[in-house]
């Protein structure tokens, strides 16, 4: 049966398309896409009936945010999530740094719905959204 | 057309030293031996993203200035701040760090760099209890046994595994390249099997093993340099590695420390930590006691999930621990290519490796409190300058939220999300494409960095448009402290 919403793990991290596309510049569109996705268990999307490539809603205690679910070639991570670095994962990351200034980037619970009608906010909207400039 | 020998790469903390570049009117046209990102950086460069002018911010809107405008405007909002931060400094010269140094004794602020959101936790753990390291060279000629944990060079650091591990030809320890192309072509036939098997018209096909199992493989009793990861989703990494130990989120402390009670013969009363077999644990003990020369490379894995420095901590602890048992090194894989640099100028002008106060007039060091993104959390600091560096796409929702409600500098080759939202933006020139400089690679070694092109026209080095800042901001103070 497919589920509404599902709870996983998320992470975030390096590409090596990050890291390319941030070298060819914040408003490339290399950088645009290679950090507006997430990365998802096989197993995860069919259970929420996503297909690959289409958007979906990431929630944290810390905000949401759309982004395209792509399939994790390297599986099984079931359970787990991938955000690349970029401001929008940052837009759902933790900020507690528990007394010694790093925040949990890592390991923080969220939750994923499908959003196939909702679009991806470019870079300059999704500022515009969180910080008004 | 002129070919440039020997160039340091300006991207991660690997500060690759091998690149050669073929330049043709002034531009770079072609890159060799780098790796996809060194490539991207070198060519990318005079991409049409880059910023020219200077720029202010007038009714909301970035509009061109003249440099000595932006100065003007920059030097103003610093002299005037009361606890303004100084933010960035990763990817550009010692030389320009030691200016900001400078400049943020003169204003009283909080110079930060961004190992803060990196490796920081790295940096507590080690001055907690020491760390017994090396330089990448001694990884190169003699390491046979090399550990990634919670770290994705292929990812981050793309040539590390060549230039300095496994891949690499060292004087006393051989590639291990061919060895694992023969066993990708294995694992491409294994998977046709696996098709053609799926296509059979057979009910149950027979299961076909998997390429690493849980059980240690047959690999890690061959000669030779071995490969190990830790992590906790497959990377591409993991995929080469000998053997691949997926450990559960946010457990990685408890696996640490199940490793050290074993390396001192201690007996574990579980069957499994973090997801992983007590048998298994025990053979990996064997396999690293067993090494001559161990390596463990640690990455923000480690730093940035539950336990954060206690984390380095442990695995310091673990690596002590080995060293009674035979020889182990440890290291962090430096990020950005000169964060290392940024540690060790800020160490020794003022004593602390980052998150340095001077609001008092001194320096103070209190992660927790005198870091900036808890000082933003606080919504203390009232301006910031960055340089070199993009915390509106890396740092936390909530802190960005007050760094953008101030007067902001930016300093930046590239229009990124920071400057995006800045009242001041300077362009400035590629530090080690067009001027040089020094740059610590992550194991401490200083590199010089080269000056391969010029930069555009009127564009300055950061540590030319930082001099004329200090330059302007003193004077501004001056005449404050005159008019008092
Ligand atoms: S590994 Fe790092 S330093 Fe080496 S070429 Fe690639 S980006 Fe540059």
Redesign the interface.
Known sequence: MVQQKLRV?L??????EQ???K??????QEYFESVSMCYMDPEDMKKLGVRNNTNILVTTK??SVVVKAVK?R??P?TG?I?IP???WA??????E???????????IPAQVAPAQNKPVLN??EL?KI??G? | MTIVKSVTCP??GCLCDDIELVVEDGKVEEVKNGC??CE??FI?YR????VLKPKIRQNGKLVDTTLQEAVKKSAEILANANYPILYGWSSTSCEAQRVGVELAEEVGGVLDNTA??CH??SI?GIQEVGIPSCTLGQVRHRADLVIYWGC?P???H?RHVERYTTFAEGRFEGSEWKGYLQKFKAAAGRKKIKRVMKQAPVKNPPSIEPVTPSEPPQKMKKDGRKLIVVD?????T??VADYFI?VE??KDYELMEALRALVRDQELDVNSVAGISVECLEELVDIMIGCNFGIIFFG??L????G??RNIDVAISLTRDLNMRTKFAIMPMR?HFNVTGSNTVFTWQTGYP??VDFSLGYPRYN???T????VL?RRESDAALVIAS?P??????????HL?KNPLIVIDP????TS??ADVVFPSAFVGIEVGGTAYRMDHVPLPLKKVVDPPEGVLSDKEILNRILEETRKIKLKQVEAA
């Open positions: 793990i992470l975030t991290g390096r590409t090596i890291g390319v596309g070298e060819r510049g914040k408003a490339s810390y905000g994790y390297r599986a991570h787990m991938y670095y970029g401001p940052n837009a759902i990351c933790s900020h740094t528990d007394s010694i200034g790093m925040p949990t980037f890592k390991g870079m300059e500022l969180e910080f400039k | 991207v991660c996809a990102i991207s950086k990318g991409g049409e993203h880059r803060v959101v920081g936790p507590l994705d292929w990812s981050a793309p906790v989703r497959r990377t591409m993991a995929e997926q989120p946010n923000l894995g730093t940035m999930s539950a954060k420095f990020g980052f998150g992660p927790g409190e870091t900036s993104v808890d959390l993009d509106v796409a890396n740092f936390p929702k909530k802190a960005v939220q953008v590239h229009m990124n999300a995006l939202m």
